[in-house]
């Protein structure tokens, strides 16, 4: 089946550093990739739809320049938390679009990365 | 705009005991919707969506246009169904083909 991977799975990090989360499609080429912000027992926010060779559409209220999306290639997109601050302190998490004709228009979910801000 | 709605929160059940978790929609144009699981400490997974029509670990949902509604049933809930499950609509067929997703119901099989 479709895997989708996540890394790191948990992250701590200083007020004011960058963080990179990286989301990969292990067995399957992933054309649009999107990314999600949790937090603790509620629904998934999406952030952007990450589209292979070109820029990501970012959902309204969310700063493209805080959240820098990258999808260099039909199975890596990443998501870079810059300057990252407390309040981005969050549970992300990436999916994948399975286009592939068995999979039909499936997304598929990747484990999700903890990021702590202190 | 796309919305879902669920309005429950938590659900607690006995085992054995019918659960059915609401979910209602608002999209413009033919929406597609998507019933997803979450087990504890584990990823989001698709349970099942609508236009498969089948059913899966017992659970059906059966999407009802006019009351724009997306339901999700089972007749006798066991244990292992304790997760959160979240109902999402993506309007694919439409090329929109992002997921919005509901606020999510906790349920809770007791033995």
């Known amino acids: 089946g479709a895997v989708v991977s996540q890394h790191p799975s948990w992250v701590i990090c200083k007020s004011g550093t960058s963080v990179k989360i990286e989301c990969r499609s292990l067995d399957f080429q992933a054309t649009t990739m999107f990314w999600y912000r949790q937090f603790p027992k509620q629904s998934l926010m999406l952030m952007a739809t990450?589209?292979?060779?070109?820029?990501?559409?970012?959902e309204q209220g969310v700063e493209k320049d805080k959240f820098l999306i990258n999808h260099a290639s039909l199975t890596l997109s990443t998501l870079t938390v810059t300057s990252a601050h407390p309040e981005d302190s969050s549970f992300y998490i990436c999916s994948a679009d399975g286009l592939a004709e068995e999979s039909g228009n499936e997304q598929f979910f990747g484990p999700g990365t903890r990021l702590t801000v202190l | 705009a796309q919305r879902v709605t669920q309005p429950e929160k938590l659900l607690s059940v006995f085992k054995g005991a019918p659960v059915e978790l609401k979910c209602n929609y608002s999209y413009s144009g033919s929406p597609e919707l998507f019933w997803y699981v979450q087990y504890s400490r584990q990823r989001l997974q698709l349970l099942l969506r609508?236009?498969s029509r089948e059913s899966i670990k017992g659970f059906t949902a059966d999407l009802n246009k006019g009351e724009t509604s997306f339901h999700l049933k089972k007749p006798f809930a066991q244990e292992e169904d304790s997760a959160m499950y979240y109902c999402a609509l993506s309007g694919r067929r439409s090329n929109d083909y992002k997921l919005s997703f509901g606020a999510g119901t906790t349920v809770t099989v007791r033995a």
């Open positions: 609508h236009i």
């Open positions: 990450s589209n292979e060779g070109s820029k990501a559409t970012y």
